[in-house]
């Protein structure tokens, strides 16, 4: 239940109640009941961060009973690196009052008991409980597959769609160059038996010349359709807004991250403070973050380290450059030349498109990507984001 629909609900009970919900018993009772029988998790702390309450929603969600959880500090259900940054929100929250989650709903990374790591939607409300500040977070599980309205799921539907249209793209682009090759040699012999067809001096060999000649010009008409259609594919662009970069990789993570492979990863994120924002298409950038750190984890399999490094810094004035590092078995030397190529693919069942996307995307931003093996094995990829004009004028 969200902070709007909890006002609307006290404001229904005191309708329906009159004076008698105004009281602090009956209305103590009747949040009680409400916390009890909500579907959604909701969870209260402190200004320090030490949880109040533990609904049952929360309870299984997380996993973790209320005497396990009530008077601890609630970044134990936050996977690493956010664990640690939390109480650093908090305290800027109190000293600025400067509000970067209250009252905005977000998909961010959860952790239950047993180390699994989830995507979920937070909403954050505050109010004051004699004098002090308490802070009261509403929580959905987003990783349920059978809930169309909750916000990770039509972000993964957006970007399947985009894959979808990559794919789409590089299949154009690698049939246009194929298919341009042999058409271009059916123009040349068109030509060249026009011209013996012109030298001979019998009927028949002038109208071969002329049925030769309608050959060349669907020939020639063939190939141009070919290539308006790539002009086409290369041209597509996507709605580009201001965006915050911390916002875009902590989103991709909490997709990223999901499934049974990520349990044994251990994330490290290194972000430089104060990085400004970006303009881009924010589901086609998220599509790029989401393909490096799936490919990421797959490539440490069996590695005895899985470690995801994930970082952004500022990369002169114009971009923000991403990182996305992996503790795996690296690159072969001899694929790395055409790794960002059009079927290029080191899985047996991979269909060699993943990185090409990538590629078009990170282009079209104006942006550049690349790799490198990492010193203690692995690999890094890391792109280019152009940083919003007002802030690069700034």
Known sequence: MRPSAWAAFLGRLRSLFGPAARTPTVRAALLSAMEETSLDAIITIDHRGLMLSFNPAAQRLFGYLPDE???RNVKMLMPSPFREEHDGYIGRYMSTGEKRIIGIGRVVAGQKKD????????????SRVEGAPVFVGFIRDSSDIQSEQRRVQELQRELFHVSRLGEMGQLVSSLAHEVN???AAIVNYTQVARQMADSADDETARRIGGVLEKVAAQTTRAADIIKRLRAFIDRRE????RESPRQLIEEALALGLVGPASRATRLVLDMAPE???VEVDRVQVQQVIVNLIRNAVDAMEGSPRRELIVGAVR????????SVGDT???IAPEVAPRLFGA?????PDGMGVGLSICKTIIDAHGGRISCEARAGGGTTFSFTLPVHREEAAA
């Open 315 to 322: 990369d002169g004035p114009d971009f923000v450059r991403v």
């Open 115 to 126: 180390g699994a790591i989830f995507p979920l939607e937070l909403s954050v409300g505050e």
């Open 181 to 183: 090759q042999p058409l």
């Open 69 to 71: 959880v009530i008077g």
């Open 238 to 241: 996507g709605e580009r807004r």
């Open 328 to 330: 795996g078995s690296g």
């Open 275 to 277: 990085l400004p924002d």
């Open 343 to 347: 079927f290029v693919t080191t899985k």
